[in-house]
Structures are given as C-alpha cells and as structure tokens.
C-alpha cells in the first residue's frame, strides 16, 4: 500500500493495482489509459523523476478491459506483433504473446520474470491463466 499510496502522490494518476518484484527492485504500475500520459510526462520526465524518489525501476501499463490488450500493453517495449488465446484441455486459457525473434530474451527478461510478473498482474484481472511469449513471424527484410 505504502508504494501505491507513494506513486499514486508524485505521479498525480490513480494506480488500478501493482506488482512489486522484491528481488530487482522493480514496480509494475497498471494506471488506465487516459492517465499514461500524465504518469509518465514529456519525454518520460516525470516517470524519470518518480524512478529516482523511489529508487526504484518502474514500469507504467496502461490498463484495458480487453486481456489481449491488455497483455500487449504489458510487453508494449518489446516488438510485440500480437497475442493468440488459446484455451487449454483443462479449461487453462493461454495468452501466446508474438515477438520479433531478436526481442524474445529481452521480452521475457531475466529467468522469467517479465513473464512472471505479466502473469501476475493478468490473473488478478481477466481470465488468463498463463503467459507465454513466443517468436513471431519474421517480416520481409527483417
């Protein structure tokens, strides 16, 4: 509570919801959509600024009713080239995220965590289950 209450104050934007990631000291912040702008300023100023208070990396997703949306505004940074859903034989629904192939390391980050963390903060609200990040297509020239 203490770092939404803290980003919530020198953003000046409502947090929907946070996960923190103790052991890289990092934030994921879901504000809604209308409110990125505000969050982050010109240039990134302002999300500069905030990063530095807190001591913290921070990253701002920007929230959407639709999970495919918003699992895309997750991975947003990351060359992303669309999501599939696909429900499982136990009923499991799996966002496939699609990737350039040289962005796929980065976008699933160290030991798992971007998946991890994405994962987290999806469960909480839709009905995903899991979250996989897969190569997509190449396009021509690529």
């Not at 990351?78 to 499991?92: I, L, P, S």
């Given at each position: 509570m203490r770092l939404l209450s803290t980003f919530e104050e020198l953003s000046g934007v409502d947090v929907i919801d946070l996960v923190e990631s103790e052991e890289d000291e990092r934030l994921i912040v879901l504000i809604p959509k209308d409110q990125v702008g505000k969050a982050v300023g010109k240039g990134g100023s302002r999300l500069k600024d905030i990063r530095a208070k807190m001591g913290m990396t921070i990253d701002v997703v920007a929230f959407d009713e639709d999970p495919e949306?918003?699992?895309?505004?997750?991975?947003?940074?990351?060359?992303?080239?669309?999501?599939?859903?696909?429900?499982?034989?136990?009923?499991?629904?799996?966002?496939?995220v699609k990737v350039h192939p040289k962005d796929k390391g980065r976008a699933i980050g160290k030991g798992g965590r971007n998946v991890k963390l994405c994962g987290e903060l999806v469960r909480r609200h839709t009905d995903i289950d899991q979250v996989v990040v897969d190569e997509g297509e190449l396009e021509p020239g690529s």
């Open positions: 949306a918003l699992v895309l505004n997750y991975f947003r940074p990351h060359n992303t080239q669309g999501v599939e859903m696909q429900e499982r034989k136990d009923g499991d629904l799996v966002a496939r």
